[in-house]
Structure formats: structure tokens, C-alpha cells
């Protein structure tokens, strides 16, 4: 699994950016070992230390280079130099030491705004919750003071390379004249520097990074790395992807599901709820509905599992199949959640795309967990009443995304809501 990889100058950095990782829904880890082979195969970001922000040029070039000669970097689907919020430390010769790393050209793209910890940038200045940088502490750091309220000033003190700086005045034309800017500025620059007032800021610029394709380093304090992960991560085959398990027969789980599929481009797997009541058939059933999803999964953001039909006419009359069989009829939806369960517990293993499953019906919901050998459900939210987010505890798929919903709650778009919570990837 190729992950994203942040240098950060202190350990502080480091478990910052981790955090940020965590909201959108990734497994992160501050790296403190020196073999990458050490790592759990499960962490999608990993932020390094070099405890360099105090170290002279020297030292401090020697540290970031010695972090990146640990990693492969054919692992690695994000580089990221973590710099502080108010520009304090060796910022240009650590972006030095992290460019000479690479044989070919990786242009430097810096968005230093925190908007949520009140740090902007202005035409080239940063503001601190409204003040000047020079006038905040960081100004009077007895170990290393910032030299100016300029980004450039900040970074020109030791950065050999070029330094670009757009202004808000061309990020507010929109992610197209920023996709044009970075691709001109990146022909003759080393280092382009963005201001940045608010998130959506942040995240129009990160979009235009995406688009551009160009070969870069991200570096900022975390938000702009967080907005551009959250971009890799959408386009990749990791956690971007969702499943809704449906079992429910009642008039509003049609008209609910009829919804859905009119907002979702999605892959539905009719599964044949009398198969899963015979030991002669269920295997062939459950095969069957693997086989399909395994072959359509990759073109789609939703995978539909379900026995409900299409109109209510149509569903399946339990206590006729409870008479031919003798067979209770709660015992019969018992056997149809277990097997709806077991179907989606096997593509659930074989596919990491899944960051969560959408479960209509309360049965369905305990034997999915079952299944997984999950040991519960860790609430997070409430979707709407009566339809609960949250994450499995322990079990075959830890920390996955799970929304439960009784089948006859909610309006029309109660199942869109349901996928939403699950695709989105904060918490």
C-alpha cells in the first residue's frame, strides 16, 4: 500500500499532521525507527521527525536527507515537508536538502495558511489572528525568530533555489487560473508560494495542484497536505468506496433505494434470497455474488447488495416459503441476513476500495458484525434519528465505517444521507 510521507522538524509537527490525517478516515503514525520495513502495513501516512528546527544548516540538511534515504520511493504516494505555523526553523535549507534528494526536478509548492488556528497569508504576509507575524511570538523566539512578515523573506534567508508568489487576487479566479499559473510558474521557479485566506482557499489550490500533474513536494503546516491526500486518496483504489447491504422489503426501502440509485453511479448484485435458504444452493449464491462484485467493483463508488426487488409486488412471500419448508418465518429472514452478511464479509476482505458499509435493517446489521467478528460498534454520530454512524471494534476489519438504518426510516433520501456519512471522509 503506497502511503503519504511528511518530514516534519519536530515531533509536535509531526503528531499534528497525524491528527489531521485521522479526520479523514486514514491510518496515520509519527515514525520514529530508522527501517521502513518495521511498519505496519495498515498506515496510510507516516510523518517523520528530524527534531531539526534548533539544528544549524548543517545538521539540519544532514537529518532530512538521512529520513528520506529510509523510505522507497515507490511506496510513497505523497511527499510532504511539514514546516511550522508561524515560519520558525531552517525552512529553506530543509527544502534544499529535500529537493537535492530527488535526480529529477519536484517543484516546491507551499500553502503556509492554518486558517483554523487563525494563520493566513496576504499578499506574501502572514497574519497571526489578525496580527502581523514579526509582532507574535514567533517574532521573538529566543532559538529561532521568524526574519520577516514575507513568506519569501522566511524561506530566502537559506533556500538556494527560485521563489514564485501568487497572490489571493489570482487564487479568487478559481482553480483553473491556478492550474495555468502553477504549470507557467513551475517551468522557471523552484519554490511557488500560495497565499491563502479561509479552507476553501486551501482546497482550490490543492485541486489545481492535482490536475496539473506535476512532479512536487507539498510543504505547509498540514492543511494543505490533508486537502491533497484527501485528492490521492479519492483517485486511488484506498478507502473511496462504499457498500450498502439491503434486506429490507417495505415500500419506503424501495422508494428509498429508487433514490439512491438515481444519485449514485453504482453496481447493483441481485442476490436470490431462496438460494440462501438451501445448503444445496447457498455456496453457489454466495460465489456467484463475490464473483460479480469483484468484476464490476472498480468501475463504480457503490456497491448495491440486496434481496429487496423493485416493486413490492415482487418481494418474496416468507410465510408461503415457511409453509413449503417448515421453517419459521423469523427463522427465514434470520437465514437471508446471514447470508447478506457473509456475501458482504468476503468482499469486504478481498477489497480495500471499502471505507464503509450502509446495513438496512437491524438484522443485517448484527450478523455483518458477527461475521466480521467485530466485538461492536463504536457510535460516532447520529445520521438521523434512528439511523446511527460509527466504526467496528476489533474483528477482520477494524475501524470501518459502518451506518445502520431501520428499514422504514427516513424520507426519500434517508439512504443518500446513509452513503454520504460513509464517503465522506471525515468523521
Known amino acids: ?62 537529518e532530512v536527507t538521512n529520513k528520506l534515504k529510509i523510505f522507497n520511493p515507490d511506496d510513497i504516494h505523497l511527499y510532504s515537508k511539514r514546516i511550522d505555523s508561524t515560519l ?23 500553502v503556509p495558511s492554518y486558517p483554523d488556528s ?14 502581523l507575524l514579526m509582532n507574535t511570538d514567533a517574532g521573538k523566539d529566543p532559538k529561532m525568530p521568524v526574519v520577516s512578515n514575507y513568506v519569501v523573506e522566511n524561506f530566502e534567508k537559506d533556500y ?10 489570482d487564487i479568487e479566479k478559481g482553480k483553473d487560473c491556478i492550474k495555468n499559473e502553477l504549470i507557467e510558474a513551475a517551468k522557471e521557479y523552484d519554490l511557488i508560494i500560495f497565499d491563502s485566506i479561509n479552507n476553501n482557499h486551501i482546497k482550490t489550490i490543492a485541486e489545481a495542484v492535482v490536475e496539473s500533474n506535476l512532479e512536487y513536494i507539498a510543504v505547509d503546516p498540514g492543511p494543505f497536505t490533508k486537502e491533497l491526500t484527501s485528492l490521492i486518496y479519492k483517485k486511488s483504489s484506498i478507502s473511496t468506496k462504499a457498500m450498502a447491504v439491503i434486506g429490507s422489503v417495505t415500500q419506503i426501502t424501495i422508494d428509498q433505494l429508487k433514490q439512491l440509485k438515481s444519485s449514485y453511479d453504482y453496481y447493483q448484485v441481485d442476490v436470490d434470497p431462496i438460494k440462501l435458504m438451501s445448503m444445496d444452493t447457498i455456496q453457489d449464491e454466495i460465489n456467484r455474488c463475490i464473483e460479480l462484485t ?5 468501475n463504480t463508488d457503490l456497491i448495491i447488495l440486496t434481496t429487496t426487488p423493485d416493486s413490492i409486488d415482487k418481494r418474496l412471500d416468507l410465510r408461503a416459503v415457511s409453509n413449503d419448508i417448515g421453517i419459521s418465518v423469523d427463522d427465514l429472514s434470520l437465514i ?12 469486504l476482505e478481498g477489497n480495500d476500495s471499502l471505507s464503509g458499509v450502509f446495513s438496512s435493517g437491524g438484522d443485517i446489521t448484527v450478523a455483518l458484525a458477527e461475521e466480521l467478528l467485530s466485538l461492536g460498534i463504536e457510535i ?26 431501520g428499514g422504514m426510516v427516513g424520507d426519500n433520501n434517508a439512504m443518500i444521507a446513509c452513503i454520504e456519512k460513509i464517503l465522506k471522509l471525515e468523521d
Not at 518530514?7 to 509536535?12: E, F, N, Q, R
Not at 506574501?124 to 489572528?129: A, E, T
Request: proline fraction near 2%; charge should be positive; charged fraction near 25%.
Open 88 to 110: 520558525r526553523g531552517n525552512l529553506g535549507t530543509e527544502l534544499n536538502a529535500y529537493q537535492d534528494y530527488f535526480t529529477e526536478k519536484r517543484v516546491a509548492i507551499c
Open 336 to 347: 437471508i441476513s446471514r447470508g447478506l452478511a457473509n456475501i458482504a464479509k468476503h468482499i
Open 1 to 62: 500500500m503506497k502511503k503519504v510521507l511528511i518530514i516534519a522538524d519536530d515531533l509536535t509537527g509531526a503528531n499534528a499532521n497525524c491528527s489531521l490525517m485521522k479526520k479523514i478516515g486514514l491510518q496515520a503514525a509519527s515514525f520514529l525507527g530508522t527501517k521502513a520495513t518495521d511498519l505496519p502495513e495498515n498506515i496510510n501516512v507516516l510523518a517523520a521527525t528530524t527534531d531539526s528546527r534548533a539544528m544549524t544548516r548543517e545538521q539540519a540538511y544532514r
Open 160 to 169: 538556494k533555489g527560485k521563489i514564485k508568489l501568487i497572490t489571493i487576487s
Open 380 to 405: 460516532k454520530d447520529e445520521v438521523m434519528p434512528l439511523a446511527a454512524y460509527g466504526r467496528l471494534i476489533g474483528g477482520l476489519k477494524p475501524d470501518l465505517k459502518i451506518v445502520s438504518k
Open 118 to 131: 487563525g494563520r493566513i497569508v496576504v499578499d506574501g504576509k502572514m497574519y497571526v489572528n489578525g496580527s
Open 294 to 298: 469483484a468484476q464490476n467493483i472498480d
